[in-house]
T-cell receptor, first 114, second 110 residues
Framework: GNSVTQMEGPVTLSEEAFLTINCTYT??????LFWYVQYPGEGLQLLLK?????DKGSNKGFEATYRKETTSFHLEKGSVQVSDSAVYFC?????????????FGAGTRLAVHP | DAMVIQNPRYQVTQFGKPVTLSCSQT?????MYWYQQKSSQAPKLLFH???????NEADTPDNFQSRRPNTSFCFLDIRSPGLGDAAMYLC?????????FGPGTRLLVL
């Protein structure tokens, strides 16, 4: 079945450091790919998405490129801030029967220190 | 403006005492989802509604039920909560591509 694997955390960085969180997927067909962010005690917020190969999703300085050849969707940010501290979930959409079922990775906790 | 609203944000119940969590959405989407998220884990889909059609995931326990009286509202009923049901419950809605999540209700079972 479809699945998502992302790097284990926690990832601890100093402010203004470069961030990469790795995400790879296994899927039949060509799913859409997402990054969601969860701040402490909150629900999930959509951070960015890409719907086809070579698409780049971007938002708030974060970027991820849909790489079909490596089945990856790594999240990057050039300069992280303390306010970026959160848990990041990579997900793919599996659309059986016409609805959008999200399959999530286990999540990666990011802690950014001043 | 909030698009998916969940009430309450925190719910305490007793072992075996039925509890209902509520969700409403202002996006007028025809699909609504309920997820369970246990501590430090990924959200897990329990079921979804497509309009009034209820769709259970194969591994969702019978203890969990849901009601959707209209497009805007959806309820999660836990008939006999056990200690293992303590979790964050997330409601979501969405169109073809993207799901929008509410802030979640954290359920504590004593």
């Amino acid at each position: 079945g479809n699945s998502v694997t992302q790097m284990e955390g926690p990832v601890t960085l100093s402010e203004e450091a470069f961030l990469t969180i790795n995400c790879t997927y296994t899927a039949t067909g060509y799913p859409s790919l997402f990054w969601y962010v969860q701040y402490p005690g909150e629900g999930l917020q959509l951070l960015l998405k890409a719907t086809k190969a070579d698409d780049k999703g971007s938002n708030k300085g974060f970027e991820a490129t849909y790489r079909k050849e490596t089945t990856s969707f790594h999240l990057e940010k050039g300069s992280v801030q303390v306010s970026d501290s959160a848990v990041y979930f990579c997900a793919l959409s599996d659309s059986p029967g016409g609805y959008n079922k999200l399959i999530f990775g286990a999540g990666t906790r990011l802690a950014v220190h001043p | 403006d909030a698009m998916v609203i969940q009430n309450p944000r925190y719910q305490v119940t007793q072992f075996g005492k039925p509890v209902t969590l509520s969700c409403s959405q202002t996006l007028n989407h025809n699909v609504m989802y309920w997820y369970q998220q246990k501590s430090s884990q990924a959200p897990k889909l329990l079921f979804h509604y497509y309009d009034k059609d209820f769709n259970n995931e194969a591994d969702t326990p019978d203890n969990f039920q849901s009601r959707r009286p209209n497009t805007s509202f959806c309820f999660l009923d836990i008939r006999s909560p056990g200690l293992g049901d303590a979790a964050m419950y997330l409601c979501a809605t969405g169109g073809q591509e993207t799901q929008y999540f509410g802030p979640g209700t954290r359920l504590l079972v004593l």
